[in-house]
């Protein structure tokens, strides 16, 4: 168009950190699994939705580890991000459960993260009681038909669920 400019707009560094919910199942990869490691690899992530918030995901991004399929569900320590996404290398092998024949070396389509135990909580959080708290009012996890393994979580309610888990970590 002529007379016009280009806008390049200076990048703007991250300042805050982005904060997340993160679901595993217990008897797969728990909380005391990642305390075992210190830092593990998250894989198997085979929702692009799920992936894609993967992808946004920065070093010293703050992460609920929430056991799924459990009883009860809910909320059980913190993990923080230390490691940005990377191809799963699982996709790739052929005796994997997360093997994808369709995933080119090239462009894989699967990612997955690294993460670092930062603390178990001295209470579970139930899914039950994060459905029941009005400050959690909008939270993704206490939506109906809420399935995603990995979700954004807002501040304030990050806040809150580290205040009914009796957390040592008290503001992100």
């Keep these: 168009m002529k007379g016009a400019r280009a806008c390049h707009s200076p990048a ?8 997340w919910l993160m679901k595993s199942e217990p008897d797969v990869f728990s909380i005391d699994d990642l305390a075992k490691q210190g830092v593990s690899g998250w894989e198997g992530v085979r929702n692009y939705q799920a ?56 462009a894989p389509r699967w990612s997955s993260v690294d993460v670092r135990f ?36 807002e501040r304030a309610h990050f806040e809150r669920v580290l205040a009914m888990a009796g957390a040592k970590t008290k503001r992100v």
């Design 12 to 19: 703007v560094p991250k300042t805050t950190r982005s904060l």
């Design 51 to 106: 992936r894609n918030f993967m992808r946004a995901m920065q070093v010293g991004d703050l992460v609920l580890f929430y056991h799924s399929n459990a009883k009860p569900p809910g909320v059980v320590g913190l993990a923080e991000v230390v490691r940005t996404a990377y191809p799963d290398p699982f996709q790739f092998d052929p005796k994997s459960e997360y093997y994808d024949p369709k995933s080119p070396a090239d």
């Design 118 to 153: 930062v603390e178990k909580f001295p209470r579970l959080v139930s899914l039950d009681e994060l459905k029941a708290e009005p400050a959690l009012e909008g939270m993704l996890v206490t939506q109906k038909g809420s399935r995603l393994s990995v979700q954004p979580v």
